[in-house]
């Protein structure tokens, strides 16, 4: 296996409070890793340490034998960094496919004005009716995403994502907010993205979804590594039953 994410001792200080320390973590190329832990465990804290959006005190972080720390946010997404936005914000007047298209053509020239500038758009608008359709949009791709549901929104921003072609897709809970048969099928299409080789670390409170679709599972706690293993050991381990679902302390009773 190669490791394409490795955090050696990141630790993130706000004021008195060490939101993430000393973690030291590594995702092998290929992964869907599962990074969970209660609020406040400092778990966007981490992924914004690795988007280079905070500075860590302390630690390195290397993406594919590329150390990061010194690189700005726009240079790590060109280094392979992608992230889907919380916020969706997609262009109202322009359908599905023009959007994505928008990003495929950013990543490719590197500019989103000379990108909206460009007039032959075919090549980007065919990369961006494949994406829609990976993440289940392909029917819609011509629509307007001024209607969208919340859901359907989430998925435009996972193809703009994927536009960027990232070595490393990171997730900060993509399924808050949708009802549990949106939360499956969007795990669902998680997991389908995922099989087709793009390595993911996707942040989820929804632990239904998240130990149904990642095969290891990174737990944090306090902005310390609390387990880290396959999904079906961590979720027996007692130090997380205990600490992050409250329920190991009514195990021996
Ligand atoms: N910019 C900031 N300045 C000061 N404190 C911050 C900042 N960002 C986060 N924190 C604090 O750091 C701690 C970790 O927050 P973080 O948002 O990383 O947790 P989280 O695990 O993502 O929680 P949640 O599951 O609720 O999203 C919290 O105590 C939070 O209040
Ligand atoms: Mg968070």
């Known amino acids: 296996m190669t490791e394409l994410l490795i955090l050696n001792g990141v630790s993130v200080r706000f004021g008195g409070l060490l939101a993430v320390d000393d973690v030291s973590l590594s995702v092998d190329q290929g992964e869907l890793l599962g ?11 981490l992924m914004r340490a690795i988007t280079g ?4 005190q302390q630690g390195t972080i290397q993406l594919d034998g590329r150390i990061l720390n010194n690189l700005s946010v726009h240079q790590r997404v060109h280094a392979g960094l992608g992230l889907a936005q919380q916020i969706v914000a997609p262009f ?3 359908t599905l496919a023009e959007n994505v298209a928008l990003a495929v053509a950013s990543a490719k020239i590197r500019s989103p004005i000379k990108a909206m500038m460009l007039h032959d758009r075919s090549q980007e608008l065919k990369r961006a009716r494949e994406l829609l359709a990976k993440v289940g949009l392909g029917d ?7 209607s969208l ?4 929104l989430k998925r435009l921003e ?3 994502a994927l536009a960027l072609a990232p070595k490393l897709l990171l997730l900060d809970e993509p399924l808050a907010g949708l009802n549990q048969t949106e939360a499956n099928a969007m795990a669902d299409t998680i997991k389908s993205i995922n099989e087709t080789g793009q390595t993911i ?3 989820e409170h929804n632990l239904r979804e998240v130990t ?20 079906v050991d961590v979720m027996q381990d007692r130090a997380v039953l205990d600490a992050y679902l409250g329920v190991g302390n009514h195990a021996d009773a």
């Open 35 to 45: 990074f969970i832990g209660p609020n406040g465990a400092g778990k966007t804290t």
């Open 53 to 56: 959006i905070v500075i860590p």
């Open 92 to 94: 109202k007047s322009m």
């Open 140 to 146: 819609i791709s011509d629509d307007s995403p001024s």
């Open 149 to 152: 549901p919340l859901g359907f």
């Open 158 to 160: 996972l193809a703009r």
């Open 201 to 203: 670390v996707l942040i």
């Open 212 to 231: 149904r679709i990642c095969p290891r599972l990174y737990v944090q706690d306090n902005g310390r590594k609390l387990a880290d293993g396959p999904t």
